[in-house]
């Protein structure tokens, strides 16, 4: 594709919002959507999850400011019911929210804890070929001791919606190593259309949460079972890990930074400015500084703190430890 036929790709674009964390993290989001990719082109749904019995308390945004704000900045909030998961297993919000996006148009999903970067109409999606998030560690499965190994776990599941597991392998990869398999971070995800996608997401995660095959009988299905099951959605639409290519997304173009005090903690400096210079305008700081993550690492300069208890140049390897030294020095802040 040339760049000119990537620039006229019209997409939607969601991330959940509901009351406390989120909520802030989606302004931010959308400011940074809005200051970095200026040729985006399609909209911007905040999907917001509408009460019900699944919810202790009202789960929509609950800051008018907050509201105002992502209205200001174009988003439209987009209410959804969630009759499967709802706050026991709040991940599903990622699942049900796509029964309420327009049928037939493309989207990306992101996490609210996402920056964008830089354009994102120039990242080379084929919305015919889904894929998700590599920037991924081995969290699933754990293999019990006697068994059985990844081999035995995943095959079960490809076994149990009838999809070829053989091909889904990287043979590039040692047998038994988790990598060898296929597992996405769903961070983003993306499909020509959400109905076809949410539906075969929704079947097969109550299919695996209500009635795990036996081989499965040693593994924690919560709260892993967005990230069990999308392997699956992905490789029965045709999609996997190499449909799209590396280094734009979870790269020059998007920054899952999870939590602020890891942004500060291990992303390059490419992405603090970012986040600084998008976090700056007066409308944007008054309502993100009322959450006090937000309040303290970016606008009363703990996180250049943080930042500066690590050697950006040598990290540690297991995010634990960025952890455990940020809980340690009382950096820890969500």
Known sequence: MTSKALKSQVFNVVVVGQNGRLMYEAALFAASLRAKSPQFAGK?????????PRWEKDPRIGNPDV???LEDLGAEILPFDTPVFGEPYAYGNKIELLSALPAGEPFVFFDTDTLILDELSTVPFDFDRPSASLRVEGTWPIPPLYGPQYTGIWKA???????????????SQPDEYWRRYSYFNA???????????????LEYARSVSDNPPDELACQAIYPWLDQIVLPLV???LGGGRDALPSGHLD?????HYRLMPLLYARERDAVVQVLEEVAAPNKIKKVLKQYDPFKRMIYQNRGHKARALFDQNHLPRKEQAIRNMLKKNGYWLR
């Open 234 to 236: 992905i490789h029965g």
């Open 157 to 171: 599941l490809y076994d149990r919606f009838g999809l070829d597991f053989e091909s889904s392998l990287d043979l």
């Open 67 to 69: 509201r105002a704000l």
């Open 187 to 201: 961070g983003f995800f993306y499909y020509r259309c959400p109905k076809v996608f949410g539906e075969l997401f």
């Open 251 to 255: 790269g020059s173009v998007t920054c």
């Open 44 to 52: 911007l749904y905040v999907a917001e999850p509408a009460p019900g």
